[in-house]
């Protein structure tokens, strides 16, 4: 029996997942990440070791495409209940994962460029605290890039706001769509 039929003749409307519940899902995939996210901080402090700074950042850039791969959403999304579609309400492709995630490689890039700047410089293992590490950080080169890329990926993430089928421009790239889940 097809969707048409149990629905007595009447396609079902999909409801496009807005800017806030989208919000809601990444702050929630912000808390599973917290340990990480901890753990980031002591490497800073006190490791001070490139090569775990390399596996956090691998990991946390893996776990969006590949959870949106497999399962249609992150932990987050599933927790508001909300997936990633294609255009045809299915599953995504693997590219089509990777093609979504296309703002947060660039600016997992641009940390990769600046953290490796900060931790093979001799003034970084002299650095005791967070504000002695901003004021280091402000003179790298990739500084000003960081800080024009932050508005620029702030821009494609907020299309939602403005877009009649509430598509950011990652998703218009990934021909997908963010659907809230009824049942």
């Known amino acids: 029996m097809s969707e048409i039929d ?3 003749g009447y396609e079902e409307e999909i409801e496009y997942a807005g800017f806030w519940i989208r ?3 990444a702050l929630i995939d912000t808390l599973v990440f917290s340990p990480l996210i901890a753990l980031s901080f002591v490497n800073l402090f006190y490791f001070k070791s490139l090569v775990l700074l390399y596996v956090m950042i691998v990991l946390q850039s893996l776990y969006k495409p590949l959870m949106e791969f497999r399962y249609g959403a992150t932990l987050g999304k599933m927790a508001v209940k909300i997936r990633v579609v294609n255009e045809n309400q299915g599953f995504i492709t693997i590219d089509q994962a990777f093609g979504r995630y296309i703002p ?3 600016s997992a890039i641009i940390s990769l460029i600046t953290s490796t700047a900060i931790y093979t410089s001799p003034e970084f ?3 005791t605290t967070y504000i002695e590490l901003t004021k280091f950080s402000q003179n790298l080169p990739l500084s000003t890039v960081s800080q024009v890329y932050n508005i620029v990926f702030l821009v494609l ?3 939602v706001v403005i877009d009649p089928k509430k598509q950011g ?3 218009k790239i990934a021909r997908t769509f963010c659907i809230k889940i009824k049942k």
């Open 6 to 8: 149990e629905n007595h």
């Open 23 to 25: 919000v809601g899902a």
């Open 104 to 106: 947060w490689v660039i």
């Open 125 to 127: 293992y002299k650095l």
């Open 157 to 159: 993430i907020c299309w």
């Open 169 to 171: 421009l990652h998703d």
